[in-house]
């Protein structure tokens, strides 16, 4: 009885992951592999490898407000439910052919998730991933954020209309507060819920919109803004959740050009360039600091710029490895993690030496998110 | 056997804390008992009490970057290790005859004490609580806050001296950036680490110093704000840790007077004055909103404020109960959770419809500190 007794005390205790705190985890995006490589950055370590998320070749993910759950929307359609304590995969629904991004409400009761295959935007349950409503649109949906209150906004590509819509009644409301413009190719919310911005492909300019107004408004900016005839060839199309907002100012990038706009927050007048060595991809803030990092579209990713958002100087040029496809920061700012994709690896930087501190092998990393993304609005 | 088996099975599972997500925790300080109640903000539940931390009557704590520690602050001049996964203290210090408040490194391997008697800055390493440095002062230091890069802020109330400790590498740098003024009562950082805020007591004014620049200067502001010798007495002395920071404003309470000021936050030129019922104790942002939220001094503290940060009108007046000394926020806004000390409760208000949603027991509560605090800097 002894030995049996030992058998079940051997298989019982030593369960990895008793007594985690989820403060400072995160998860990797490994694109190849369809996988996710679970992060401690503390101990700036790889805890495990979490397998079966479908198609990550471009994929997102939001956090659950107790930190314990992770949903990943991949391109594949596929919406799972990631379990960071128990690290593995606790629910996976196939909810469209398509999927670009998802959020979850602020109180991490619903997930919504917006599509291009059909488009339209569908709303989950959070604990259940059961569908809870599914609001058809008139094209593909992007710019899909969370908003106070169990309310989401999106954008419709084919339209250029602006949604919002409030899930905090047994029946959803959806109201089209305006519209953006022709073909809006990414939308982002500041960090204060304050601001809708939505970038446009099909002309020229930026449209923003006042989410704290009782009727908000579309106001076009920066009207010379965008990709022209005589451009480069846009390699990749910038990720508008990147944009920084910094000292009063929105960092955009510009799309096919190599440049770095910098923008008035409250009058939208522009305040200045920054030329840089390629297409911006992310342009995004250090935390409690003047400094925003950018990394570019191939075939120049395999460099990251830092720049002072107080005079627009690049201040800093880092090679850091081959194909940079994103970067994160501890929340409080001592660090940032990138991932090269092509030396499979994900590097620490310290943000004041900019130094490299360690790396961890990761199989083609993309995208990195901590857990302290679980308290930031439209994140 | 299979009994055996079976009770193995009973005494080794049901371990309350297992696997528990940190991110939507938080503890409450319960003044008079020296007691904490851990937390649950989405089961809106208190999951346990925590004893034996000393004198609490003035007491606040910051947390570990994993979020599974809490330090705390007493007013006896304990420091105390919490353990939030196993729920108890896992170390103590008397460290002082009486401190005022405390700060976590960015990296969160050090832990700072701001002390009253004897005056200066003790450091702690932050796994063990093994002394790691004693920088004495010239007398009481208040407004004690993280900086980026393993650095701390402090300032002096005897001198108006203000200091940056950099602990960075072996031996301490500690470097006097300049003085205040007369008798600064406390100071705080603003959510950037670009501003570091002084309220000056002896004088009026309130000094803001750079933290971005290499070589901050006091530039002092507001110079009619302060006590004058006509006011009212000052019931209880404000707390700039409840400053808020909206809408490129400042809002502060007036010491002694039943007003919030608005400044802003670029020029530091006064934007405007809000009369409100009592003399603001806290100031406190909602987040993703335009709104602040205020509470009063006795005897005028069974009510709270909301104010609206765009034209600086009170837009709602409750009185949620007796006593009412803190008040805290889910971090993306939902939510605020209020101690009403002399009710023994812990309300829970929706942010949206302002309606009570729930209420938890406690004894005499003042602070309330979500988990979320660890990500962000000077907090």
């Given at each position: 009885m002894k030995r049996a007794l030992a058998f079940v005390l051997l298989t019982l205790l030593p369960l990895p992951a008793l007594g985690q705190a989820t403060g400072d985890l995160g998860l990797v995006i490994e694109r190849a592999t369809g996988s996710l490589l679970l992060i401690d950055r503390s101990d700036r370590a790889a805890l495990g490898r979490i397998e079966g998320l479908g198609d990550l070749s471009h994929a997102s993910m939001t956090y659950s407000p107790d930190e314990r759950f992770a949903y990943v929307f991949g391109r594949d359609g596929g919406l799972s439910k990631v379990d960071l304590i128990d690290r593995k995969?606790?629910?996976?629904?196939?909810?469209?052919?398509?999927?670009?991004?998802?959020?979850?409400?602020?109180?991490?009761?619903?997930?919504?998730?917006?599509?291009?295959?059909?488009?339209?935007?569908?709303?989950?349950?959070?604990?259940?991933?059961?569908?809870?409503?599914?609001?058809?649109?008139?094209?593909?949906?992007?710019?899909?954020?969370?908003?106070?209150?169990?309310?989401?906004?999106?954008?419709?590509?084919?339209?250029?209309?602006?949604?919002?819509?409030?899930?905090?009644?047994?029946?959803?409301?959806?109201?089209?507060?305006?519209?953006?413009?022709?073909?809006?190719?990414?939308?982002?919310?500041?960090?204060?819920?304050?601001?809708?911005?939505?970038?446009?492909?099909?002309?020229?300019?930026?449209?923003?919109?006042?989410?704290?107004?009782?009727?908000?408004?579309?106001?076009?900016?920066?009207?010379?803004?965008?990709?022209?005839?005589?451009?480069?060839?846009?390699?990749?199309m910038p990720h508008l959740q990147g944009w920084a907002f910094t000292e009063g100012q929105f960092a955009l990038p510009a799309v096919g050009r190599h440049e770095v706009l910098w923008v008035d927050s409250e009058t939208h007048a522009e305040r200045g360039t920054t030329p840089v060595h390629g297409q911006p991809v992310f342009i995004i803030a250090q935390p409690a600091s003047p400094y925003v990092w950018v990394n570019f579209a191939t075939p120049l990713n395999d460099t990251?710029?830092?720049?002072?958002?107080?005079?627009?100087?690049?201040?800093?040029?880092?090679?850091?490895?081959?194909?940079?496809?994103?970067?994160?920061?501890?929340?409080?700012?001592?660090?940032?993690?990138?991932?090269?994709?092509?030396?499979?690896k994900v590097l620490i930087y310290d943000t004041r030496s900019r130094e490299k501190l360690a790396e961890i092998a990761a199989q083609s990393p993309s995208g990195i998110f901590f857990t302290a993304r679980a308290h930031q609005p439209g994140l």
């Open positions: 995969v606790v629910a996976r629904t196939l909810q469209a052919g398509n999927s670009i991004g998802g959020a979850i409400s602020d109180d991490g009761r619903l997930v919504a998730v917006s599509n291009y295959e059909p488009g339209g935007v569908k709303v989950f349950d959070a604990e259940t991933l059961a569908p809870v409503a599914d609001i058809p649109a008139a094209g593909k949906t992007i710019g899909l954020v969370d908003l106070p209150g169990r309310r989401f906004a999106w954008t419709v590509w084919d339209t250029g209309e602006v949604f919002v819509g409030d899930f905090s009644a047994p029946a959803p409301q959806v109201t089209m507060i305006g519209n953006a413009g022709k073909n809006p190719f990414d939308a982002v919310l500041t960090a204060d819920a304050h601001t809708y911005l939505v970038g446009l492909f099909g002309e020229k300019g930026v449209t923003a919109f006042d989410l704290w107004s009782d009727a908000p408004q579309p106001e076009k900016f920066l009207t010379d803004y965008g990709k022209t005839g005589e451009d480069m060839p846009v390699y990749k990251v710029q830092v720049i002072d958002s107080r005079d627009h100087s690049v201040v800093a040029t880092l090679t850091p490895g081959k194909a940079i496809l994103h970067m994160e920061f501890a929340p409080r700012g001592a660090e940032v993690w990138i991932s090269s994709r092509d030396d499979n």
